[in-house]
Each structure stands twice: as structure tokens, then as C-alpha cells.
């Protein structure tokens, strides 16, 4: 099993290759001059705030002459990189990116460790894991759920590592985000109490139930084995002029009927480069029952995200 | 049975383990969901330890890419068996 160990745990990861013959997923490479010094791309920090579409300040966007990476972060307690797996990385990796699959700290066939469940804690050890693989460029974040808190946050606090922001059915700011992270705390501390005091996995282990036994018994370990509730019960989501501080483009996808999509006006109202889709019919499954059109929707923005549209000052053009 | 038949229950049991195999015999026919119960997670690392015994011919990534959710849950180990003898006789 492939494993990298950062930030003082064990992770396993995937790390998936474009095949040869696939499609170039962004334009040809630019000419000389097109970017400027401080884009992180040429080894800058690139912290220039996004200004809003439209006019002479457009926002600038990134080109890349090479294969973009995209990492994938899964949602709590029961999820892991199977669910990107099966679902979106096969087809974004197929249409020319660099993809990156990874079990959180204490969920699949990573190190349960004691400690260390905080967003913040997350993002760190998301850019730890940049690190020992050596990965230098600005990538894409794909966080789904819970995952997509700790994309945001790495966005946040290590901007110049994020190259763009997907949000599938993540909730980050504001009172929606406090009461969604309040039910996830409710549910989990019950789901905690029911997993040690009716001994779930090892009735259905004695049940021959093998495949429930065994997410049951790794649910119990990880909520009553770490600080994962304690860090939840802490968890702040982020304030609205944090998310206005998010300099790369973001894509937002939610269900129509999610308790979750009221996110996606936050997102719209303080982002400065963000585009929302709403998916008639789904709720917070849209991973699972939408992979396909969330798929185009994911390549279709990435590929326009990463067109260069530059200013006269620039002096250059895609 | 192949011999890739033969490596594959041998990594297969080294996923699931063998005390939860001793009252399953795996056959072509035996689906690593509903026979063996396979977590998601697990067909992954089924997946990793192929690629790591076969190399990269052997992708299940791409293997499954063509199927959808119901066709993924329904794997047999005959399918895949033909899958890997299918890769490593393309090379």
C-alpha cells in the first residue's frame, strides 16, 4: 500500500498519471512574458488579492504547460479516497491532469492517530503531504463534504499552494456553516455513544455482516479512539471576510435539496472569482448521484479557470 | 485455475484475511462485493497490491472507469482475471 508519512503520521495516497494519450486539459503553453514575476508558477508567492470579473482589472488566470494536479479530499469518519476513487478521479486524471488521492489523518488506510482532527490540522497536514511528495506548483483542491472545510481552509492559510478551489456540497462560512458543523457534531457524538455501548461492529462481525462490521468498528475507534469530536466541538467555520480573501477561483456545487445550499449565496456574495452550480433534484449525495455531470462541470471550469485573460498593462493574451 | 487466478486469491486473502475466508472457497463466479464483502476502501488496496505484483499494465482505475456504480459493486473475480490476462497479453 502506498504511504507517505507528513506531519508526523502515516498516509496513504494514490498519486494518478495522465495516460500519454490524453488530451491536453489546458491551452498550449504561453509565450514569454505572459505571466508575471510573482505568479506562483514562476516560483513567487503570488499573493495578489483577485480583483472582480469585468473591466480592465479583470482577474488574471493561470496557464499551465504542463499537467495541472488536482488532490482530492474526502469527507468524516466513514468516507475515504474510495469515494473519489470510483467516482471523479479516474475521468479528471484521463482528461490530462495530475491527480492526488489521499485518506485523511485517521480514515482509511491512514495512521489513526491520537490527535490532530482540527481543519487547520488538516491543512497542514494536506501541505506536508505536497511536500514529501514534491509537489512545488499551486494545485487544485477537490474537497467534497467535510473535505471541502479543509480545502477552504487550506486555501486560507497557504494560499500560494492552492491553484483553485472546488467546493462539492461543503457549507464554510457564516451561520449556515456553524449549524452545519453543530448537526455533525450532534450526530457523531450519538453515532459515538451507540458504536461502544451496543458493540455495533462486533454484533454484525457475529452477524457475518463482514463488510458493516468492519466500517462500524473503524467509526468506533476513530470517534472514541481520538480528539476528532473534541476538535469538532471547536471547530469555528470561516468568517465571510475570510472567504473574500480567497484569491484562486472557486467552483461551488451543491444539491438543490441540501440542507448545505445556502452556501452557495455566501460563496457568490464574497468570493471575488467564483462560479455556483445548483443540481436540480439531489441533496447532499452529489458526489455519489451526480458524478458525471459534476465531472464536466469540474473540467469544463477547470479549463476556463486556467485560460489567461490579461490586462493591457500586461501586454500579453492567451 | 491460471496463475493469475491463483494471485489474485492470494492477494485477495491477504486483503480481506484469511480468517474470514475459511468459510468462503473464491471461484471465478465468487463478487468481491456480495461474496466477499469488500469494503470500498479494500478494493483499492486490491487494486494497489495488482499494480504493485503486475506493474502499471494492470490499472484498475481504468478498469472500472468504463462501468457504473451497480456494474463496479457486481465485479467478479473471473472479470477481473480476464482483465489482467487481457493487459499482461497486450504487452
Same mark, same amino acid.
Given at each position: 500500500m502506498p504511504a507517505i508519512t507528513a506531519n508526523g503520521a502515516r498516509f496513504h495516497v494514490q498519486k494518478l498519471e495522465p495516460p500519454k494519450e490524453a488530451s491536453p486539459l489546458f491551452e498550449a503553453p504561453l509565450g514569454k512574458?505572459?505571466?508575471?514575476?510573482?505568479d506562483p508558477l514562476h516560483g513567487g508567492t503570488g499573493r495578489s488579492p483577485m480583483p472582480p470579473s469585468g473591466g480592465p482589472s479583470a482577474p488574471r488566470r493561470r496557464a499551465f504547460g504542463s499537467p495541472p494536479t488536482v488532490v482530492f479530499v474526502h469527507g468524516l469518519?466513514?468516507?475515504?479516497l474510495s469515494s473519489f476513487y470510483y467516482t471523479l478521479a479516474g475521468p479528471v486524471v484521463s482528461a490530462g491532469a495530475r491527480g492526488i488521492l489521499y485518506d485523511l489523518r485517521g480514515h482509511g488506510k491512514s495512521e489513526r492517530t491520537p490527535r490532530g482532527y482540527t481543519t487547520v490540522g488538516g491543512a497542514d497536514d494536506l501541505c506536508a503531504l505536497l511536500d514529501a511528495l514534491g509537489v512545488t506548483e499551486p494545485v487544485y483542491l477537490v474537497g467534497n463534504s467535510y473535505g471541502g472545510l479543509v480545502a477552504a481552509r487550506t486555501a486560507i492559510t #497557504?494560499?500560494?499552494?492552492?491553484a483553485g478551489l472546488v467546493l462539492v456540497e461543503a457549507n464554510c462560512a457564516g451561520s449556515g456553516a456553524s449549524a452545519w458543523l453543530e448537526n455533525m457534531l450532534n450526530t457523531l457524538t450519538v453515532a459515538a455513544l451507540s458504536l461502544e455501548y451496543e458493540e455495533t461492529g462486533h454484533r454484525l462481525k457475529a452477524a457475518g455482516q463482514r463488510k458493516m462490521a468492519k466500517m462500524a468498528m473503524a467509526a468506533d475507534s476513530l470517534l472514541n479512539g481520538t480528539s476528532i469530536i473534541d476538535d469538532l466541538s471547536a471547530e469555528r467555520p470561516l468568517d465571510t471576510w475570510e472567504l473574500s480573501r480567497i484569491a484562486c477561483p472557486v467552483l461551488g456545487v451543491y444539491g438543490e435539496q441540501s440542507e448545505l445550499v445556502g452556501g452557495a449565496q455566501d460563496l457568490v456574495t464574497y468570493v471575488p472569482d467564483c462560479q455556483v452550480e445548483i443540481l436540480p433534484g439531489? #441533496?447532499?449525495?452529489v458526489l455519489r448521484e451526480a458524478t458525471v455531470p459534476l465531472r464536466d462541470l469540474i473540467l469544463s471550469w477547470m479549463r476556463s479557470s486556467a485560460r489567461v485573460t490579461v490586462g493591457a498593462s500586461e501586454g500579453v493574451a492567451a | 485455475m491460471s496463475a493469475v487466478f491463483d494471485e489474485v486469491v492470494k492477494i485477495v486473502t491477504e486483503v480481506v484475511g484469511e480468517d474470514f475466508l475459511l468459510d468462503e472457497e473464491i471461484t471465478l463466479g465468487t463478487s468481491f462485493n456480495g461474496d466477499l464483502g469488500l469494503e470500498s476502501i479494500e478494493f483499492v488496496e486490491l487494486s494497489e497490491n495488482l499494480q504493485e505484483y503486475y506493474g502499471e499494465r494492470v490499472n484498475l482505475v481504468e478498469f472500472i472507469a468504463e462501468k457504473d456504480l451497480d456494474g463496479m459493486m457486481a465485479i467478479t473475480v473471473g472479470e477481473l482475471v480476464t482483465y489482467i490476462e487481457s493487459q499482461l497479453a497486450s504487452v
Open positions: 512574458g505572459a505571466l508575471p514575476p510573482s469518519v466513514t468516507d475515504n #497557504a494560499p500560494e499552494r492552492v439531489l #441533496a447532499h449525495t | -
